[in-house]
């Protein structure tokens, strides 16, 4: 077929599929930029959860958007702050890793009754059906690599304290990893 209009969709799909009269559709480079907000809150701080908003950050960023970090401070009433203040400043998707599991559903319902996406990580809310995507690791797995490269440094054993938080399903998986490698 030929294109009534620019003819740019060449350079964009090579089949010609986009010269449909709702172009704009299609032709996303016709579209007005739009810059999004987005909001991240992780539970506590830590390298881990840094790891995770540079990532995060770094891409939300090069597409010339916005990003809001505050840090839940292990503490799930201060953490629902925060998520109502995102959705206060308007935010169009939420990263969210609770503090409390049990003690999501305020948040995720505040969320949802906003209509804003969530993208739940590493330790997932009280009901997974509530969010638009839940990204984890294998916690149980990082354990038992983090107990392997205990007995490999030290394979002459030793008393070692595990420091759990049993709020969070990943933090209690990668005890229980660690744990049963190392005993």
Not at 90 to 97: A, E
Request: glycine share 8%; aromatic share 10%; net charge negative.
């Amino acid at each position: 077929t030929t294109c009534e209009s620019c003819g740019n969709c060449v350079s964009h799909c090579p089949t010609g599929a986009l010269s449909a009269k709702d172009h704009k559709k299609y032709r996303s480079w016709e579209e007005e930029k739009k810059q999004y907000k987005f909001g991240f809150t992780e539970m506590s701080a830590g390298s881990f959860f840094d790891a995770c908003y540079s990532g995060v950050e770094e891409v939300v960023k090069a597409n010339g958007d916005e990003i809001v970090h505050v840090e839940g401070k292990a503490d799930s009433a201060y953490q629902l702050g925060v998520i109502e203040d995102f959705i206060s400043q308007g935010c169009d998707l939420v990263f969210y890793n609770p503090s409390d599991a049990a003690a999501s559903s305020a948040a995720v319902k505040a969320l949802n009754d906003a209509g804003i996406p969530i993208v739940n990580f590493d330790s997932a809310v009280s009901d997974l059906s509530k969010v638009n995507c839940f990204v984890v690791s294998d916690s149980y797995s990082c354990g038992q690599i983090a107990g392997e490269e205990l007995i490999k440094n030290h394979p002459e054993g030793g008393k070692v304290a595990v420091l759990d938080f049993p709020a969070s399903a990943a933090a209690a998986d990668r005890a229980k990893g660690f744990v049963d490698t190392v005993t």
